[in-house]
């Protein structure tokens, strides 16, 4: 519980510094309230990214400042993801015999798709702006405009994608220490390596919007990957719904904020 409380600070710092990045000016109380309530919403609403879809609309609810939040929690889940399967690879090289083809082809098949998004990204921002315009009603035209301002400043800031970046890998450790912490629990010993391979694979499957939560696919998947290291059925869903409970627990300050405050957004059109 420790780990995935420390791992929520963590994140808070990096979207804090992302936002600062795009020169969303965010009181610090209130981005602590936003992103412990959006955090406890992504336990229930569909897909493990609901919260995060709440979050900008905890910023404003239009204009500018809208566009900038959205484009910071954008970024940050793909930099996340990018953490998340790089670990996975150092996870699946410590523990080889442990990983599942199937499993190896997964990670390959979305690093190559991560790959490609980045080779766009820095090669042909022009072509994914001009898509991106075309894609919205064009009186949403101009916030593409925003959005992609926003983008290439945050780009252009080595330091601060580094710093990101340094981040998201620790959230991402913290989290897979803590699920090792929990299959120890339970009296399973399962290597850090293919607890880091599960947690990335978990987390992509639970971005189907097929259930709330993530229930269901969380601990179907969890049962897939981790029998490659003998770890049973029981087991693994054991581990799964444990580490829901610590989320849920590490999160319970935003269940507050939501009953408080509910999805108030912190930036008014009469704050501007």
Known sequence: MLSVGAALVVGAFRWDALLRGAEVDLPRRELARIYAATSFANAFLPTSVGGDIARPLMVSRRGPVLVRAVTTVLIERVVALFALVAMAWVGSALVPGAVASGAVGALAAVS??????????????????????????ARFAVHVGEASAVARGILRSPGLLVGILVQSLAFQVL?????????????????????????????????IPISIGGFGVREGSYVVVLAGGGIGHTDAVLISLLSVVALFVATLPGAYELARGGLAPAVREADR
């Not at 190559?112 to 919205?136: C, Q």
């Not at 803590?178 to 987390?203: E, H, N, Y």
């Open 112 to 137: 190559a798709g991560l790959v490609g998004l980045a080779a766009l990204v820095l090669l042909r921002p022009g072509l994914i702006r001009r898509v991106a315009t075309a894609a919205v009603p």
């Open 175 to 207: 989290v897979t220490l803590q699920i090792v912490f929990l299959a120890r629990m339970v009296g399973v010993d399962l290597p850090f390596g293919l607890a880091a391979v599960a947690l990335a694979l978990v987390t992509l499957a639970m971005l």
